[in-house]
């Protein structure tokens, strides 16, 4: 039978052992995006989080803040610059403003469906973009996929260029869809992504245009009553860190950060398949009337002179290049 100073020294010995042990220092990330929860963005965010946790026993976690509680994506990618967050999901729309290197991405019809967009991405043109992000006070640990934009209105069924002139569109605050959609007669309107929704439901715009995952994260079916599957921009999303945190992390935790974003890219790319699998019916459900065949010549005939800017502005190769990849 034990005695009690027996006892007591049994367990100051084992204390002791147990705090001697080194503490598992553990970091909470702060990870951001502007779609809702359940959202192809926060799906990924989420599968980014749990790999993470895992590939570093727990040393590493997140939180993830959803539906623009921390701002639009112009606002979020600064803060991550400027080290106030520290991880963003984003479309690439505000990103050409940070790493003008990209912009190239945001032509209209530049890729061809979702295989070549992904493609050229995970290939050595988008590996070579992602080089270009340190520099720019932001590392990219991948491209994820935010889809093929289509346009939403209150007025009318669009299924020409010529159908759309004249509407009063929300677009993303990027430059080179702004140039594009003004040659289909569209007047553009930029605006963060947080105001989209109030802009359409008071008729400040007459539209937007955004992939099938968006359109049904945001409910935009309650304040837009026509769908258009003109898919005229491919819009690419990026996982983005900062290098002050990037940096500072030993090799083998570098390869868990770009493990996890692998597999939240595939876990977006799934979610955005699904969703346009299953999204049209659903917004048809909801009470939008969806042009499914649009006169795509009409749209890609409007963009001969945006396109000789664009080919002036990037190089008619760099453009060529990526459509070259099957
Ligand atoms: O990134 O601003 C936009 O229309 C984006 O497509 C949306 O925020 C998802």
């Not at 945001?106 to 270009?132: E, N, T």
């Not at 006070?137 to 007025?155: D, I, P, Q, Y």
Request: proline share 4%; glycine share 8%.
């Amino acid at each position: 039978m034990m005695n009690r100073s027996y006892k007591f020294a049994l367990a100051l010995t084992a204390w002791a052992a147990l705090s001697a042990l080194p503490s598992q220092a553990q970091t909470v990330l702060k990870i951001g995006h502007v779609l809702a929860k359940g959202s192809h963005y926060d799906v990924g965010a989420n599968v980014f989080c749990d790999s993470l946790d895992k590939n570093t026993q727990g040393r590493y976690k997140c939180q993830v803040f959803t539906g623009s509680s921390l701002g639009g994506e112009r606002e979020q990618i600064e803060a991550v610059q400027i080290g106030t967050q520290d991880m963003v999901i984003t479309s690439t729309g505000p990103v050409g403003n940070f790493v003008p290197e990209i912009k190239v991405v945001d032509v209209p019809f530049l890729f061809r469906d979702y295989d070549h967009a992904r493609k050229v991405l995970d290939g050595k043109i988008g590996q070579d973009m992602l080089a270009k992000f340190p520099s720019h006070g932001l590392v990219a640990l991948a491209w994820s996929e935010n889809g093929f934009r289509h346009m939403t209105n209150s007025k009318r069924s669009i299924v020409s260029a010529n159908d759309a002139a004249g509407l009063k569109m929300r677009t993303m605050e990027n430059k080179v869809h702004m140039e594009g959609y003004r040659a289909f007669g569209i007047q553009p309107t930029p605006m963060a992504f947080p105001e989209v929704f109030g802009a359409l439901q008071q008729g400040v715009v007459d539209g937007q245009e955004n992939p099938i995952p968006v359109i049904l994260a945001s409910k935009f079916s309650q304040v837009q009553k026509h769908l258009s599957l003109t898919g005229h921009v491919y819009s690419p999303a990026l996982i983005l860190t900062s290098p002050r945190i990037y940096n500072k992390l030993s090799d083998a935790d570098k390869k868990a950060f770009l493990d996890a974003a692998t597999e939240s890219v595939k876990a977006t790319r799934k979610k955005v398949n699904d969703d346009e699998a299953n999204g049209i019916a659903q917004l048809e459900r909801e009470g939008m009337t969806v042009v499914k065949q649009v006169n795509g010549a009409s749209f890609r005939d409007a963009l001969k002179t945006p396109y000789a800017n664009y080919a002036k502005e990037f190089g008619a190769d760099r453009m060529n290049a990526i459509q070259a990849v099957k």
